[in-house]
Structures are given as C-alpha cells and as structure tokens.
C-alpha cells in the first residue's frame, strides 16, 4: 500500500513539474517591433546612426545622416543634394526671405546652435521610432503644408513614401564642456523617383 501511494505522489510530482515548466516560445524576427534588432555604425555614415536594420535601408540611412551632417557642418553643397527642394525653395523664399541656401543652412546651423545651448557636433542620432500613417500626426501636417505649396500637382501624390522619423540626439560641445541629449525631434523622409530627400 506504501509502494503504490509513494508511485502514485511520484507521478503526479512528475505530471505537475511537466505542466508548470515554461512555454518557450519561437519569435520570427520579423514580428518583433521596431527597436528589437537596432543597429549603431559610427564610421560609414556622414553622422554616427542607430536605427532598427529591418526597417531602413543604407541609401535612407545615408540621406538622413548627409541631411544632419550637411546642417551641423554648415555645407550647403550637402544640404541641396539631400534635403526637399520644395520645402527649401518654400524655406527661403517665403519663410524667411533668404537669398539661397547658403543663408538658409547657416541659419539652421544657428537654430540648432541656439536650442542645443552651444555649438555642437553630433555623437549618434538615433532614430527611435517612425511612422508611415499620412492620415494623423505630424506626417500628415508635414504633407498638408507640402501640398499646399506646391503648385502644379498635389506632392503627396509624386511621392512614393513617406516616414515621419522621431530621433534622438547625442552631441557634444566644440567648446568641450560637456555633452548632452535632445529627444523627440522630427525629420521627414521622402522617396520620390526612387531618391530619398528629408526636412525638419
């Protein structure tokens, strides 16, 4: 009688460890959300970028750290080959009556100095989260404000995408005193003709 009670414990301690032991449970990467899989390159880009490597490809990558480069080195040449011709014809003809883009990226250039505190240079730019919904938020104001401007067709109807890109920045002083962080700033991305073009 004492042999079988103690199977009987034994079986039901084995059964019970069986059913209390943790699911594993298999992921594909590709369900995984933005940010699971992110990657930092400090030396192939104008700028140090971290992103999530499923989500962007090298080419819009490039464009977006040419664009922050072009703006923290004051190189307008970088500037015009990356960032939106509308918005920056629209920038420096109607915003702020510059007389080209020189003006116009030196002023960026002083903006970001006077938000940042000083003059600056980028350490990473991280690009946290993004979004593709043109029907709410920034994306669709940013595209609102575009089609608006321009005048022989609506621009959200050239385009083939658009990202609205919520980044991060890590930069330091040139004064050398120091270093600090900006979050929730915004830069859009468009892809038209199969080339990438950004503002701010």
């Not at 971290?50 to 040419?66: C, L």
């Not at 080209?100 to 690009?127: C, P, R, W, Y």
């Not at 321009?150 to 995408?161: A, H, L, Y």
Request: net charge negative; proline share 2%; with cysteine.
């Amino acid at each position: 009688m004492i042999k079988k009670l103690a199977c009987v414990l034994l079986s039901c301690l084995m059964l019970t460890g069986c059913a209390t032991q943790k699911q594993k449970t298999n992921y594909a990467e590709n369900d995984l959300p933005y940010g699971a899989t992110m990657k930092s390159d400090k030396n192939s880009y104008a700028v140090p970028v971290t992103w999530d490597r499923r989500f962007f490809s090298e080419e819009q990558i490039s464009a977006v750290a040419d664009y922050i480069a072009a703006i923290q080195n004051n190189d307008p040449e970088l500037y015009a080959s990356v960032a939106l011709p509308l918005y920056t014809n629209y920038q420096i003809q109607e915003v702020y009556d510059y007389q080209n883009t020189e003006e116009l990226v030196s002023a960026l250039h002083e903006g970001l100095t006077g938000q940042l505190a000083d003059d600056f240079k980028f350490q990473m730019i991280m690009i946290n989260d993004f979004s593709l919904d043109r029907s709410t938020g920034s994306l669709q104001a940013m595209l609102t404000l575009l089609d608006n401007i321009s005048q022989d067709k609506k621009f959200s109807d050239t385009i083939q995408n658009a990202w609205a890109l919520e980044l991060e920045w890590e930069f330091s002083y040139n004064n050398g005193e120091g270093n600090g962080r900006a979050e929730n700033q915004y830069l859009y991305l468009f892809q038209i003709d199969d080339q990438y073009y950004c503002c701010m």
